[in-house]
């Protein structure tokens, strides 16, 4: 059995955009459907649709594209990780890749872009970086 759903997914996101496939099917849970909203808003997914099949849960995600072929993400890492979480305050939220990546925070107000905590004024669990 899977112990981090989170960074099982953003590994099935990663390969499917290597083999430039349309979609990528995730397993569900609240934490990567959070996480995938944010890349839906700051646009690197496309759209995202919830599944549920023999009394399981998955996410069908559909991977963006620019019109020459090359994905929208060029590198998505996990950062915080099971064996050791990295946790970081209001203030050391900093950009990512000068502004151009996404640092995607759990908070006690839910998972939000690392730019929209550190605008709320709150810190939180670093999950991953995107760009």
């Not at 849970?29 to 998955?58: D, H, M």
């Not at 890492?77 to 990546?101: A, H, L």
């Amino acid at each position: 059995m899977l112990n981090d759903l989170l960074s099982d997914g953003l590994t099935r996101i990663r390969n499917a955009s290597l083999r430039r496939l349309d979609t990528a099917r995730l397993l569900h849970s609240n934490a990567v459907e959070a996480t995938l909203e944010v890349l839906v808003q700051k646009g690197y997914i496309a759209t995202f649709n919830v599944v549920e099949e023999n009394n399981k849960k998955f996410i069908n995600v559909e991977l963006k594209y620019d019109e020459n072929g090359k994905s929208a993400i060029n590198e998505i890492t996990r950062i915080s990780k099971p064996g050791r979480r990295i946790y970081q305050g209001k203030d050391e939220i900093k950009r990512f890749k000068n502004g151009y990546g996404t640092v995607i925070v759990s908070t006690s107000q839910g998972i939000m872009a690392g730019i929209e905590a550190s605008k709320r004024g709150i810190g939180g669990e670093v999950l991953c970086t995107v760009w």
